[in-house]
């Protein structure tokens, strides 16, 4: 299938800011309201933006006949990804905003869900690419759902986690966080150079 290459960008989608909040809301007051109504929110942006860039790019390739500009199109869109990541990774503590999410509500998780998926630098270009890369490769736009589902399933995990352990999940939540908020930019990293060889070989080849 044409979606697989992209699953493993769905970890770009998350790493960072996004899995955060996902653990502050799984372990706040309401939380199973509060991380229904995130996830919710990201599915809408997470989608939307992929589905009018896949449509403008079809459209566009449509004219030119030429798939050829999208995938440079998607190369720069890597690049800049890589250098937002890897200037970002010094910071090392969570953005202040995040203390507020232990007392968030339904109505706030979901504007954070929608706007920090939709619109969150490197989930905005994550987003661009994947829709680009489908467009590219001839692919149809049904084939962006499991990229769109399993960035949901990973939001959602904190809160899966919760339901299945309950209060011990608040033992190794934090855990989970401190690492991936030290070591996420280095796992971006890997991912958007194995989608950089790929969309490589898709212009060369």
């Given at each position: 299938m044409?979606s697989?290459?992209?699953?493993?960008?769905?970890?770009?989608m998350?790493?960072?800011?996004?899995?955060?909040?996902?653990?502050?809301?799984?372990?706040?007051?309401?939380w199973?309201?509060?991380?229904?109504?995130?996830?919710?929110g990201a599915?809408l942006?997470?989608?939307?933006?992929v589905t009018?860039?896949?449509?403008l790019?079809d459209?566009?390739?449509?004219?030119?006949?030429?798939n050829?500009?999208l995938?440079?199109?998607i190369l720069?869109?890597?690049?800049v990804?890589?250098?937002?990541?890897?200037?970002?990774?010094?910071?090392?503590?969570?953005?202040?905003w995040?203390?507020?999410l232990?007392?968030?509500?339904?109505?706030?998780?979901?504007?954070?869900?929608f706007l920090?998926l939709?619109?969150?630098?490197?989930?905005?270009?994550?987003?661009?690419?994947?829709?680009?890369?489908?467009?590219?490769?001839?692919?149809p736009?049904?084939d962006?759902?499991?990229?769109?589902?399993?960035?949901?399933?990973?939001?959602?995990?904190?809160?899966?986690t919760?339901?299945?352990?309950?209060?011990?999940?608040?033992?190794?939540?934090?855990?989970?966080?401190?690492?991936m908020?030290?070591?996420s930019?280095?796992?971006?990293?890997?991912?958007?150079?194995?989608?950089?060889?790929?969309t490589?070989n898709?212009?060369?080849?």
């Amino acid at each position: 299938m044409s979606s697989l290459p992209l699953l493993p960008m769905a970890v770009v989608m998350i790493a960072g800011p996004q899995i955060l909040s996902a653990i502050f809301l799984a372990t706040s007051q309401n939380w199973w309201r509060n991380s229904a109504a995130f996830v919710f929110g990201a599915s809408l942006s997470i989608t939307s933006i992929v589905t009018i860039v896949y449509f403008l790019g079809d459209s566009a390739t449509g004219q030119r006949g030429s798939n050829d500009t999208l995938h440079i199109v998607i190369l720069v869109l890597l690049l800049v990804a890589m250098v937002h990541v890897y200037r970002a990774r010094e910071q090392s503590e969570p953005p202040k905003w995040m203390g507020k999410l232990q007392t968030a509500t339904p109505r706030f998780s979901f504007r954070l869900g929608f706007l920090l998926l939709g619109f969150f630098p490197t989930d905005i270009l994550t987003s661009t690419a994947v829709g680009s890369f489908l467009v590219g490769t001839g692919a149809p736009w049904i084939d962006s759902f499991p990229f769109v589902a399993l960035t949901l399933l990973l939001l959602a995990l904190p809160s899966l986690t919760v339901l299945a352990f309950g209060e011990r999940a608040g033992a190794f939540l934090p855990k989970i966080r401190d690492w991936m908020n030290a070591n996420s930019w280095v796992v971006n990293e890997v991912v958007i150079l194995f989608f950089i060889a790929m969309t490589l070989n898709n212009l060369v080849g």
